[in-house]
Every structure is written in C-alpha cells, then in structure tokens.
C-alpha cells in the first residue's frame, strides 16, 4: 500500500512539471492574450463531519480546494474565525452555541474575491440519554424475616419508566420520586432467607442497567435485650423529649415501643436507640412499659418508665368566703399544673369538679360544706399527688336571716299562740324577739324557729318588728319582718228587719225563724206581729220577706220593705206558720211549714223570673212511694228548703210494722227552676246501712242539688256496725248520689267525731240548746253544728259548755283531702266555766270560710247574754290570712234600744258579708229580727 501511494505521488509530480512550460508560455504570450480566472473553492469533506448537541467548542477543519489566505468558513451563512492551512484545507473555530440544539448546519467557504463554494450540511445529534447509577440504598440491608418494607435507590439518570431492579427482577411497582431518587416495596418473601442481593436501576427505554449495589440480608439475630432507659421517669404535663434505650442486640430499623406503640426511632448502635417521645404519652401520670420491636420479634423484656404526677399549685380561690348557711354554690380554683385528673379537695375531701384549664378548676361545693361557721383546707389531689399548698376558704357565721312568719297578723286582745318563723343561720342558740324582747323559743331546724306568744303581746294594736337574734359569734341579729296586731274586725248592725210597716219602729209582737239570702238583700222571718205588712188580719204566725236593699243587687233609691208569703186570714186558732222561714240564694222561693195544717209550702215570689211569672204558693208536701199504712204530716213540720230552692226535706210519720210510730225523712224534688220537661219526684232518704230504717231521724239540712242530706240519729240505728252509746243523737250526712255521676254509691257519714275518730258525745250536758240546727254549706261539704264534748280537737280539753265546731268533710274536694274538725268558737273567755257558744240554721257561709255563732258569756251586771260573732276560718282565703273573730252585734246607731243586749239563731248569708238573728222573747224589746254586717 505504501509503494502505491509513493508511485502515485512521484507521477503526479512529473505531469505537473511537464505542464509548467506550457503555463508559463501561455503567461508570455502576445498583449491580446488573457490571464486565466481564478479558482472557486470547493468542499471535499468536514472533520469532524458531525457531533452530538451540547457539546464544547470546538475546531472545524474544512478539506477541498481552492483555498486562498482570506478564505472564511460560514456556519450557517455567518462567518467563523478561520485559519488558512493551504489550498486544500482551512481550519475554523465553532462555539457550543452553534451546536447546543440537534439539527443540521451550512457549512461553505467564501474566498477573498467572493467566490463561495457550495455548502455542505454539518450534522448536529441529539446527546444520547445518560446511563442510570446506583449511588446508595435505604435501607441498605434488613434482617430475614423481616416484614414489608420500602427501598429508596439514590443516584442518577433517573426518568419517566425506570425501576429497580431486585436480584435481576425488576419491580414493577417503583415509584419515580425524581431524576435522582426511586422507591418501590419490597414484599417479605424477598427477604425471607439471609443473603446479598444485586439491588440497580433500569432504565426501561433504552434498557440501560446501572451498576449494582449490593443489599444485604442479615440473619435473624438474637432478640434484643433491654437494660436502662435514660431518662427513667418525668413529670406529667411535659413536653416531647428523647428517650435513650440501652442494650444489646439492636440492629438497624429497630423500634423503640411505649405501651406497646412504636415511637420514631433512630439506631445509634448496636447497644443503643433513641427514641422520640411526644407530649401526649406524658400527660398523665402513670407507668408505661418500654420495649423494642425488631424485626418480626420483640425485645426478651421491659422497662417501666414513670410518669410522676407534677403537684399542682393554688393561687387563689374565688369566692373566698361564704356566710354559713348560704346555699350551695360553685368554687373556681385558680393555679398551675392542673389535669384532667385533678379534684378540688375540702378539708381532704373531693368535691365534684370541672376541668377548665390546666390553671383553673371549678367545683361544686355543696350546702352542707357550710351549714356552719369554719375555716376549711382547699387543695388538689391530682392522680394521688396533693397540691404544694393550700387556700384558705372561711366560712363566716350566718346572719340569720327571717324568711316569713306565720302568721305574720292577729287581731286584738287574740288568745296567746305560738308563732312559726321561717329563715336560714338558725343556731341552736337562736332566740326569736319581738320588739327587741326575747320570746320563748324553740328551734326546729337552722331554718324553722317557733315561739310562744302570750296573749299580753297582743292587748294593742299596731306593727311589731320581729328579728332573730344569735350570738355574736354564730351571727348576730337578722333583719325584721313585720307582725301586725290588728283591730278586730267589727261587724255592725244595719237594719231592723220586723218592723212596723208604717212607723218603721219595732213590730208589735214576736218575730223569729230568720234565714237570709245569698248576699244578704232577702231576709225571711215568721212573726205574730200584725202590724209588718197592712191588712194582716189572722192574729196568728206568718211567714215575711223583707227586700233590705242591701247588697249589689240592690239598685239606686231602692226602698225597703216586707211581703207576707203565707196565705193571710185562713188560719185557725193555733195554726200558723212553723219554726223555720227558708230563703232561697237569689230570694225567689220562700219555704216553710203551715203548723197545724200539715203542709210544707214554698212561695214564688217571681224575684228574677221570666216575663208571666206569677208569685204565689205551692203545697209540696207529698209521701215517699211505697208507703202502705197510714200517715201524716207532724205538727211543727220544721221542713228544709234547698239553697237554689228547688228540693224540700220534710218528715212524714207512718204506723211501721210493729204498730209504733215511725218518721221517715223525705226530699222531693219540686222543679223549681229547674228546666222544661222535669217532673217532681219523691225519695225516702235516711234509710241508713241496716235493714231497718232509723225510727226517729230528725232533719236538719239539705245541700244544693239535692244531693247530700244532714240529719240526726241514733249512732246505731244508722250504722248496726257500730258499739251501741245510748240514746245520744249524732249527726249524720247522706251522700244520697241524686244527680251524681254513674257508680255514685250510697253513704252514710258520721260528722260528730272526735280527733280520736270516735263518736262525740253529742248533748250528754243537756244544754237546752247545744248539738242544735246543724248545717252544710251550699255544697255539702263543709258542717258547722255544737256539742258539749270536751275531747273534739287533738291536744285540747275544752272543759266547759257546749261549743261550735266545723268540720270538713272533703265531699267534692280534690285527692288527698282527710276529714277535719276545727274549734269555732275561739274567744279570750273561753277557759271561763261561764263561755258558751251554739249555732242558729244555715250559719256557715259557702265554701266554709265564714261561720256565725251565738256566744253567751258574763256581762257587765251579771246579765248572763250572748252576742253573735263571725268567726273568718280563712279556709280558701289567699295567703296570709289569719283566722279571726268579729262581733256582729255591735250597735253604734242605737238600733236596738235594750240595755241588756242579748242575741240568738244567727243565719249567715252565702257570701259571708251579712247576718240576720233576733232577740229572744222574755227581755226588753225581746222578739225582733235584725240584720248586720259581718264585718268581713
């Protein structure tokens, strides 16, 4: 090859130098001869002929022809710094600008006299894609047996595709974190067996493989063994602190675990962990369990690690005192270090508490804490540690404080009591006083103080400051309440109801049997007068109603006067009318018996009937069905009306089977003002529980509606049940269930009772009147009657004549009412032999508030009299009412003339506001009706 080349160039160079005479002569030739144009340039070739994008600058060498000193490479029509080696080859500088982008450039040459050859492309590639490498592993190696776990492989050339390659497999699931870094999971079975493995990264587009590096399975070593921690306890409330773990046998990747919880873990050696350990696993006080997990297995043991309980502070308490007795209330405790865990203790008792905060806690300290005066402890237990300190709560001695008395009113000259006074910071030592007096007292309870009132504390009129007084010690003297000592209410008379009917002056004959309507404006009386109404010519007893216009249904200018209601002049020698003349609530309907004539009648007088009434008498006597012998109508009937007027109560006495006579006690029902369509009706009543009616039943009353019936019989002859205690009459009430719903059972009540429950003795005195006219109110419930017993009220022995009592029944009232007696007649005298009291008809007001009542006392002259009083029970009334008692017989205008006052049978109307009674005959004026106000 060599030789080919030398024999080559040795005839290339004879030809050239044969044909440099024919040049030279050419040059020589004649003036019109030309010199021959110069050569252009031309490429052969480029070297290099390509390169990659981005790489440096670099020089380009251009082979070919024509090159002249001046020739300029252009790369891409630009000029670029150029160096004549000869005529053939020229060099030229080419920067990394040029070629930092793939694609083809223009390379030409220009020469000096612009000639320019034709281009020739240069080639700019596209840099290949890096190869992947492998700088390190994490984790680098594992323990066999180890579970799953996520390998990150650091190092370069990392895109889009690459994964790890695991011991030749490459692992599909790799995650390409970036350019430099990839993870993918590495299942158990990988590392089940002790080993190295080939761990690289493939770069799935070009199927470029790193270099490996090796991960290294250990053998499952030993179980670690734990021997301190480092610290061994802290407080509770701190903050995340390191943990250091002493041993042997840790490996890589061990975990450090509280209470069976892994915690973040840094290996440091193979006897040594840390461990971080945050806030949350030391906000209690308590022990935990320390160990390390590695691998699938745990360390041989434990180690406790203490969490102490920091001791709480208080700073201060709010409130910080109380006065003792107040009620219960809420303590807030101010201070540091308080968990949930933390109790506030009194005097090393917990109370109920609140976490708030960890520097406040809210308890709840109940009433009985401070019932009394006292310095307590207040402190914290807090997961069995006690505060560094404790507050000092006081408890100060209550002022006594008086809450209501009761009552908090009497009226003069009242009989002494004992008053109950309501409060709180009542102490053993209590003492109530009135005026600034001490009371005999008696403590209840820190909350109820009772007292003894004498009777001289209430001789005048006036306010009383009533204040408890303590110790100074346990309190001092409490605030007053007022006790108002008041007037007696004082009732007065207004009206001579018997009067002449043209002087207005007193009738001229005897006037008795009073009852009055419901507020008052209708009194009915009987009289022997002939001068009451004119034209009243029979000379025997009739029966009147007087209108008093008293009352609001009285109108302006209204005039008084009296209407005859029995029939005038048809009488005969000893007839007359009978012992009680009845008024109906609204006045319309008058009864009352014909004595003699055996006849109850019941006149209409029209009052507030509809248009075509027409006022006049109706006979409504009549005898119970079935009745088969003979019978009448006795002397002196003494029938009972009804307070609507529409039922009469009268006797009808019959020859009973054993050939003796027998009264039977009926109630008809008139249809006064009852609706269209009703028919009267007859019923035997007072049948009592045996089989044999009671012989001799006396009537007394009859409620509203007709329902309950008042009579008086023998205790056995009503109840055969009952122990036998002779002939001492006892009244009785009759629930007779007319008008009462469906399953209404007949009854029979003994209303005499004492507060043992046994019977009364009812008249074992003989008082000519005493256990006389008992009587309902218009509802039947309550009875008002006398008796001579001594034993009628628990915890007294009245032990004097007869009495007046009410007693509640309870018919109507809602459940849970029992049965009741009270004591009427309560008056300053009555411990004197010389005090009695009975009672006229219908001398209860309705509901049983108001009662009327005859009291006979010793008066100035040693005249033996009685007055009527009107006793307020204030059954019903609003709070606050104090029962009292007013004289109705006050006469300040002079209306009865007699010197020597003397009263009898007072009958109250409805409302309670009026009374009507007369004087009894035998005395100075002796035989009139009056009427008064109650003084209520």
């Known amino acids: ?53 981005g790489v440096a600058s670099f020089t380009l060498t251009v082979n070919g022809t024509g090159f002249v000193s001046g020739s300029s490479v252009q790369w891409n029509g630009s000029s670029r710094p150029t160096t004549f080696t000869s005529a053939t080859q020229i060099t030229a500088a080419i920067t990394a600008a040029d070629v930092a982008a793939p694609g083809t450039a223009q390379v030409s040459v220009v020469n000096p006299d612009a000639q320019k050859s034709a281009s020739v492309s240069f080639t700019i590639s596209s840099a290949p894609p890096p190869l992947p490498t492998v700088t390190s592993l994490s984790p680098s190696g594992t323990v066999a047996g180890s579970a799953d776990f996520t390998l990150t492989v650091t190092g370069t050339g990392y895109r889009t595709g690459s994964q790890i390659d695991w011991n030749g497999s490459r692992i599909a699931a790799t995650t390409v974190v970036s350019a430099t870094q990839l993870t993918a999971p590495i299942p158990a079975s990988f590392i089940a067996t002790a080993g190295t493995v080939p761990v690289a990264a493939v770069n799935t587009d070009t199927g470029d493989r790193s270099s490996a590096l090796s991960f290294t399975i250990n053998p499952a070593p030993a179980r670690p063994t734990l021997s301190s921690l480092s610290p ?37 050696t193979a006897t040594q962990l840390t461990a971080t350990i945050p806030a949350t696993d030391i906000a209690a006080a308590g022990n935990f369990a320390v160990d390390v997990v590695q691998g699938s297995g745990r360390s041989t043991n434990q180690l406790n690690f203490t969490v102490t309980a920091a001791p709480p ?60 005066a006292q310095t307590a402890n207040i402190d914290i237990v807090q997961s069995g540690v006690r505060s560094s300190n404790q507050q000092t709560f006081t408890v100060t001695p209550a002022t006594p404080t008086i809450t209501g008395l009761s009552p908090s009113s009497v009226t003069l000259n009242a009989a002494s009591f004992t008053m109950t006074v309501n409060g709180t910071g009542f102490t053993s030592n209590s003492v109530v006083q009135w005026g600034g007096s001490a009371l005999v007292t008696h403590v209840q309870s820190s909350t109820v ?17 009533i204040t408890v007084a303590n110790p100074p010690a346990e309190g001092g003297t409490s605030t007053s309440l007022s006790f108002t000592v008041s007037p007696q209410a004082t009732g007065k008379m207004v009206q001579l109801v018997s009067t002449n009917y043209l002087s207005g002056g007193s009738a001229n004959n005897v006037s008795y049997s009073q009852t009055v309507s419901q507020d008052g404006r209708y009194v009915g009386f009987a009289s022997a007068a002939t001068d009451i109404v004119a034209n009243d010519i029979d000379g025997e007893n009739s029966g009147f109603l007087r209108d008093t216009c008293v009352g609001p249904t009285a109108s302006a200018g209204c005039t008084p006067g009296t209407i005859m209601v029995s029939k005038p002049g048809v009488f005969t020698t000893g007839s007359g009318v ?85 009264t039977a006690l009926v109630v008809k029902d008139t249809c006064f003002g009852a609706p269209s369509g009703c028919t009267p009706t007859v019923r035997r009543v007072a049948t009592g ?112 004549g007869s009495q007046v009592y009410l007693r509640d029944t309870c018919v109507g009232a809602s459940a849970g009412c029992t049965p009741s007696t ?42 033996y009299a009685a007055h009527i009083f009107v006793r307020d029970t204030c059954i019903g009334a ?59």
């Open 1 to 53: 090859m060599n030789a080919l080349r030398r024999t080559l160039a040795h005839l290339t160079l004879r030809i050239v130098i044969a044909l440099i005479p024919s040049v030279f002569l050419m040059g020589c030739s004649g003036s019109n001869s030309s010199v021959p144009a110069a050569v252009p340039p031309a490429i052969k070739s480029l070297s290099p002929g390509s390169v990659t994008a």
């Open 578 to 662: 009978g012992s009680i003349v009845m008024v109906s609530n609204s006045g319309r309907y008058v009864g009352f018996d014909s004595a003699y004539q055996y006849k109850v009648d019941v006149y209409d007088t029209c009052l507030g009937a509809a248009t075509g009434c027409t006022s006049g008498i109706s006979e409504v006597q009549e005898p119970f069905p079935g009745i088969s012998s003979s019978y009448s109508y006795a002397t002196g009937l003494s029938s009972r009306l009804s307070p609507e007027g529409r039922y009469a109560l009268y006797p009808v006495v019959y020859t009973d089977t054993d050939n003796t006579g027998t």
């Open 822 to 863: 009270i004591l009427i007649s309560e008056w300053p005298d009555m411990a004197t032999s010389a005090s009695r009291a009975y009672i006229g008809w219908r001398s209860v007001s309705e509901h049983g508030r108001y009662v009327a009542f005859m009291h006979q006392g010793d008066q100035p002259g040693n005249f």
């Open 232 to 268: 061994a306890t802290a407080t509770a409330g701190g903050t995340t602190f390191a943990l250091t773990v002493n041993g042997s046998g840790f490996l890589p990747g061990a975990a450090v675990a509280w209470a069976g919880s892994a915690r973040t873990t840094t290996f440091i």
């Open 449 to 465: 103080l009772t007292a003894d009132i004498p009777a001289t504390n209430l001789t005048t009129t006036g306010t009383f400051q």
């Open 313 to 372: 502070t208080v700073t201060s308490l709010s409130p910080s005192t109380i006065a003792a007795g107040s009620a219960g209330f809420n303590l807030t405790v101010t201070g540091t270090g308080f968990t949930a865990a933390a109790s506030v203790a009194w005097n090393g008792t917990s109370l109920t508490t609140v976490f708030v905060s960890p520097t406040q806690l809210r308890a709840t300290v109940p009433a009985a804490n401070i019932a009394t």
């Open 878 to 936: 609003p709070a606050g009412c104090t029962p009292s008692t007013s004289m109705a017989t006050n006469d300040p205008a002079g209306i009865n003339a007699a010197t020597n006052k003397d009263y009898r049978d007072p009958a109250i109307s409805v409302d309670g506001h009026y009374v009507v009674f007369n004087t009894p005959v035998g005395i100075t004026n002796g035989g009139q009706v009056f009427l008064a106000l109650t003084g209520y």
């Open 689 to 800: 529980k045996g089989t044999t009616p009671p012989k001799q039943p006396f009537q007394s009353d009859i409620s509203a509606g007709g329902r309950y019936v008042l009579f008086r019989a023998y205790l056995t002859a009503v109840d055969p049940s009952r122990a036998s205690d002779g002939t001492v009459l006892h009244i009785w009430m009759q629930d007779t269930c007319a008008g009462a719903p469906a399953g209404c059972a007949e009854s029979y009540t003994l209303i005499d009772v004492r507060a043992d429950g046994t019977p009364s003795e009812g008249n074992q005195a003989n008082d000519s009147i005493a256990d006389k006219e008992p009587s309902f109110s218009r509802d039947g419930r309550y009875v008002v009657f006398s008796t001579t017993d001594k034993h009628m009220i628990a915890g007294r022995t009245i032990n004097n």
